[in-house]
């Protein structure tokens, strides 16, 4: 027991920290890796017919959830007036006129032409919160028009909980390998 402690405390400090920093970052790493593998329940990316209805002032649905790699079919219908539709993130604008099946669409980053379209599609291929909103005045309270595009998975919230997780895990183990030596 004795040999043991004298051993420990002879062993370079240096070398302690890098070990205490190696294991807390696989611990980091490992938790992170295993946050996004067990909560990436998405499955496969699906087609999915999704029909947006616009009226004084709002969009129904207000939110629409979809999982990373799901191909959106948009079908945009107005209930009153001329509505828009912006999707941030995406390079959607439309314009959606009452009682039209079409909509007219551009794609702001290409200009300005407009193409009549009964959907339009979307690849959710960016995660996150995109909002979506009336890109064409239709009264006083169009300011307020929008709702929001949800796509999942979070893979840095779960990373995020997987690396502290981890870090906890790290932690326990390095005061586990210091015990010896605090005893003595
Ligand atoms: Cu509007």
Redesign the pocket.
């Given at each position: 027991m004795a040999l043991e402690v004298v051993a420990d405390v002879a062993r370079p400090r240096a070398r302690t920290r890098w070990r205490t920093a190696a294991i807390l970052a696989a611990a980091v790493g490992l938790g992170a890796g295993a946050g996004i593998l067990l909560f990436n329940t998405s499955g496969p990316p699906k087609d999915r017919d999704i029909t947006i209805y616009?009226k004084?002032?709002s969009f129904e649905p207000p939110i629409i959830r979809a999982n990373r790699g799901d191909r959106l079919h948009l079908k945009l219908v107005s209930l009153d007036v001329v509505?828009?539709f912006y999707l941030e993130g995406y390079d959607v604008d439309a314009e959606i006129l009452p009682q039209q099946k079409n909509a007219l669409v551009r794609h702001p980053s290409q200009g300005d032409q407009r193409v009549e379209q009964e959907e339009i599609t979307v690849v959710a291929t960016q995660t996150g919160k995109f909002r979506y909103r009336?890109?064409?005045?239709?009264?006083a309270l169009?300011p307020f028009?929008s709702g929001e595009l949800i796509v999942a998975p979070n893979h840095s919230l779960h990373g995020g909980i997987g690396a502290s997780l981890g870090l906890l895990v790290g932690f326990a183990l390095v005061v586990r390998r210091r015990e010896p030596t605090a005893a003595a």
């Open positions: 616009a004084q002032y509505h828009g009336c890109s064409h005045t239709c009264g169009h028009m």
